[in-house]
């Protein structure tokens, strides 16, 4: 379920020399109200700079696509660390680790059987007998945009939400668009709200106005996958740890499932 913000840190465990910076010229420390005098694209660069830097962060995502709704609910850490899981419509459900350039996933029985539908009941029942429990390993680079419910896709699909860089893109090259918008709350946090598009999305983002520039939320609408990121438990600790070698079946590629 969505977790709340606690209050944001006065710092990121880890900040870029840019951000420091970005923060320095801009005042978002001084007096006169919250970001007094900065244009919208001012904030929003420095907001997912701020974002990309955090040590750690919890997100709740939910996206509408062509293959139907998806709800991901992960924590993503420093250096590829990541940990979760991806609901795909009424398919059934993904849990993700990723420790760096290795992720491991495992489905729901659901999830299983629908991926199976096609073969026979023994086949199913043997799948469901072998994979029950156990995870998946594969290689990170395995992350990917397209659409469809396949075991191998929805894998890459959850493992890509792990990349913040990649997940921010898009806000990222509207920047240059944002304005500045009223002031409001996300889940009790003050924050400011802002208006930007990019490529036939338009997006609204919530930066908080009390500690460091956090992204708080994010809502698109348009493009070809529109839905809400909701940013919270930034720097908590987020042990990631790849799951027990009994419990793991070497594949290579989610393809086996």
Do not use: N
């Not at 029942?125 to 029950?132: A, G, I």
């Not at 348009?222 to 070497?250: C, M, N, Q, W």
Request: charged residues 20%; glycine residues 12%.
């Amino acid at each position: 379920m969505p977790a709340r913000v606690p209050a944001a840190p006065a710092a990121p465990a880890v900040r870029s020399v840019a951000a420091l910076a970005a923060m320095a010229s801009f005042g978002l420390t001084g007096c006169g109200g919250p970001f007094d005098g900065l244009s919208g694209p001012q904030i929003l660069t420095t907001a997912i700079e701020t974002t990309k830097q955090a040590g750690s962060v919890t997100l709740d995502v939910t996206r509408t696509a062509p293959d139907g709704h998806r709800r991901a609910y992960l924590t993503v850490g420093s250096r590829g660390r990541c940990a979760g899981t991806l609901t795909v419509g009424s398919s059934g459900t993904m849990e993700l680790i990723r420790t760096g350039d290795v992720a491991y996933v495992r489905f729901d029985e659901a999830f299983l059987r629908a991926e199976r539908k096609d073969s026979s009941p023994d086949e199913i029942d043997r799948t469901f007998k072998e994979l029950r429990g156990r995870w998946m390993k594969t290689d990170a680079s395995a992350a990917t945009g397209t659409p469809g419910t396949s075991a191998a896709t929805v894998a890459g699909r959850g493992i890509g939400l792990c990349d913040l860089d990649a997940l921010l893109t898009g806000l990222e090259s509207g920047a240059g668009s944002a304005r500045r918008g009223e002031e409001t709350t996300v889940d009790g946090h003050p924050a400011l709200r802002l208006t930007a598009s990019y490529g036939g999305t338009t997006a609204t983002a919530y930066v908080a106005t009390d500690g460091a520039p956090y992204l708080l939320k994010l809502v698109t609408r348009g493009g070809d996958e529109p839905g809400t990121v909701t940013f919270s438990r930034y720097d908590k600790p987020a042990p990631v740890r790849a799951p027990a070698a009994r419990d793991i079946v070497e594949t290579g590629s989610a393809e086996a499932a």
